[in-house]
């Protein structure tokens, strides 16, 4: 089993940037894919970016490439977004969540989840 707690979340102006990170515990932290969605008022939850157990390998929604950044440090069993030129439009709650399937783009493929930190971007 995988507990995930989200953090960092935050009220900023557009244009500002947030450091999400997402504390895990449990044994197969090292061995989880591990992704970032996010759940707009009034939306579906969508994915924003995801990394492999490795690290070696990261995928990102199109409206955050080359804004967002996804890490993690296995040494201390936690995931990090890097958001950066905020835009009001990517108000929501985050969500990081563990799995072990495929495609890490999908909701299917994660079994773990956290409960969400709110990101909310001011014009």
């Known amino acids: 089993q995988v507990q995930l707690v989200e953090s960092g979340g935050g009220l900023v102006q557009a244009g500002g940037s947030l450091r999400l990170s997402c504390a895990a515990s449990g044994r197969t932290f090292s061995s989880s894919a591990m992704g970032w969605f996010r759940r707009a008022p009034g939306k579906e939850r969508e994915f924003v970016s995801a990394?492999?157990?490795?690290?070696?390998?990261?995928s990102y929604a199109d409206s955050v490439k080359g804004r967002f950044t996804i890490s993690r440090d296995n040494a201390k069993n936690t995931a990090y977004l890097q958001m950066n030129s905020l835009k009001p439009e990517d108000t929501g709650v985050y969500y990081c969540?563990?799995?072990?399937?495929?495609?890490?783009?999908?909701?299917?493929?994660?079994?773990?989840w956290g409960q969400g930190t709110q990101v909310t971007v001011s014009s």
């Open positions: 969540a563990a799995g072990l399937k495929w495609p890490l783009s999908e909701l299917k493929a994660y079994d773990y």
């Open positions: 990394i492999t157990w490795s690290g070696g390998a990261t």
